[in-house]
């Protein structure tokens, strides 16, 4: 069993800046890819950035330049560090994380219980 606990949503100003964590837990042997998925309401849920065990990151175009995906892998924690937040960022934030939970080449995705962003004045 894994789980991902998402942190650091919250409401903020046009402008403004948050910080969200996700921390994995539980039967994990290793983690492969992990990321942050957002998804606002009546939209389908969209890739917002995903990071590589080795650091490779990958952005939504919306978002670069502005948001920054990093990890510690020694936690098994993703971070997303939001800047010059817009009021279309607004959205439930999700993280996902490709688990192996045995010796076995077998990754699984897992998902946080998800996190609201609000972007208002």
């Known amino acids: 069993q894994v789980q991902l606990v998402e942190s650091g949503g919250g409401l903020v100003q046009p402008g403004g800046s948050l910080r969200l964590s996700c921390a994995a837990s539980?039967?994990?042997?290793?983690?492969?890819?992990m990321g942050w998925y957002r998804q606002a309401p009546g939209k389908q849920r969209d890739l917002v950035a995903r990071?590589?065990?080795?650091?490779?990151?990958t952005y939504a175009d919306s978002v670069k330049g502005r948001f920054t995906i990093s990890r510690d892998n020694a936690k098994n924690t993703v971070y997303l560090q939001m800047n010059v937040l817009k009021p279309e960022d607004t959205a439930v934030y999700y993280c996902?994380?490709?688990?192996?939970?045995?010796?076995?080449?077998?990754?699984?995705?897992?998902w946080g219980q998800g996190t609201q962003v609000t972007v208002s004045s």
């Open positions: 996902n994380a490709d688990v192996r939970t045995s010796r076995a080449w077998i990754f699984n995705a897992y």
């Open positions: 539980g039967s994990i042997f290793s983690v492969n890819d």
């Open positions: 990071i590589t065990s080795g650091g490779a990151t």
